[in-house]
T-cell receptor, first 118, second 111 residues
Framework: EAGVAQSPRYKIIEKRQSVAFWCNPI?????LYWYQQILGQGPKLLIQ????????DSQLPKDRFSAERLKGVDSTLKIQPAKLEDSAVYLC????????????????FGEGSRLTVL | QKEVEQNSGPLSVPEGAIASLNCTYS??????FFWYRQYSGKSPELIMF????GDKEDGRFTAQLNKASQYVSLLIRDSQPSDSATYLC???????????FGKGTLLTVNP
């Protein structure tokens, strides 16, 4: 079974530039997550999708971050304009469903996209 | 109060010893509790999950859950240098079914 695919793996940009990350979840997984992990910290949830609808985006800095999952499959996360503090690894994860007796909350993570903002 | 708190670490143990990692959580409605291992530069990978009070064993790993005390722990027996990693406690459920991670505890197992 193919895992969660993310690209690019690495990106270096200057502040105030824009960047976009792409994620393709495991086939059949309804729920998709974007996490931000700053060095030395645990992953922080930015946004959670159920199919193509947003379940939680309470910690997404909406003045500069946006995310979409138009067809309920793959997703893009965009940052515009980037700030120095956005330097982090952006992790995409997926799970079967967020409202289901069969879903105990196990997430499957991609390899992450490492962003460096200079 | 932070939602998920872990002992700050770093934790250093000799090879063959028992490593004990602790985690507390604030949302009493939380339903499932996870331990992820993250090697440097890699993504988190699931080690164990637990959702009933008590102990759950898987090989050298034992997860312990006490919902009354809002406390989760992970014991690693016969620690190996390959266990050296950051261990992330994550809590699922509560008000909006999201997985919230702690900051992680860095474990080093010395040969």
């Amino acid at each position: 079974e193919a895992g969660v695919a993310q690209s690019p793996r690495y990106k270096i940009i200057e502040k105030r530039q824009s960047v976009a990350f792409w994620c393709n979840p495991i086939s059949g997984h309804a729920t998709l997550y974007w996490y931000q992990q700053i060095l030395g910290q645990g992953p922080k949830l930015l946004i959670q999708f159920q199919n193509n609808g947003v379940v939680d985006d309470s910690q997404l800095p909406k003045d500069r971050f946006s995310a979409e999952r138009l067809k309920g499959v793959d997703s893009t996360l965009k940052i515009q304009p980037a700030k120095l503090e956005d330097s982090a690894v952006y992790l995409c994860a997926s799970s079967l469903d967020h409202i289901s007796n069969t879903n105990t909350g196990e997430l499957f993570f991609g390899e992450g996209s490492r962003l460096t903002v200079l | 109060q932070k939602e998920v708190e872990q002992n700050s670490g770093p934790l250093s143990v000799p090879e063959g010893a028992i490593a004990s990692l602790n985690c507390t959580y604030s949302d009493r409605g939380s339903q499932s509790f996870f331990w992820y291992r993250q090697y440097s530069g890699k993504s988190p990978e699931l080690i164990m999950f637990i959702y009933s009070n008590g102990d759950k064993e898987d090989g050298r790993f034992t997860a312990q859950l006490n919902k009354a005390s809002q406390y989760v722990s992970l014991l690693i027996r016969d620690s190996q240098p390959s266990d050296s990693a950051t261990y992330l406690c994550a809590v699922w459920g509560g008000s909006n079914y999201k997985l919230t991670f702690g900051k992680g505890t860095l474990l080093t197992v010395n040969p």
